[in-house]
């Protein structure tokens, strides 16, 4: 429930101010990242921990896109306190993004 309203009321802050043109074409990616406590587990065919796959995953996919799109990580779950974003969407500054990738720590339960 707590995600549901936090999307919605993201929506709902960005659809209150009338966008520039910019806006209404670039574009935009928001991952959300499992950091429960089951992501210190490893995967059973290689031995590697589900954190580090889905890190190593993450920042390959982010790599191709064009400088121009935004990006937004969140994270449920570990050890990130409050605020579920590690990396609030806006421009790209890949040193800040791959920072904030790392950031998270497998823990807890899955707060669905």
């Not at 890190?55 to 969140?74: F, I, R």
């Not at 570990?78 to 790209?92: S, V």
Request: overall charge positive.
């Amino acid at each position: 429930m707590r995600w549901t309203a936090v999307l919605i009321l993201g929506s709902l802050l960005h659809a209150s101010s009338a966008p520039a043109q910019d806006e209404l074409t670039r574009d935009h990616v928001v991952i959300i990242l499992d950091a429960s406590g089951s992501m210190k587990e490893s995967m059973k065919t290689v031995k590697r921990e589900k954190m580090r796959a889905a890190k190593d995953a993450l920042w390959q996919v982010l790599q191709p896109l064009p400088p121009t799109t935004y990006v937004g990580v969140a994270c449920f779950g570990g050890n990130i306190g409050k605020d579920p974003w590690i990396y609030p969407l806006g421009p790209r500054d890949d040193a800040r993004l791959k920072a904030a990738i790392e950031q998270p720590r497998p823990d807890g339960s899955t707060p669905l």
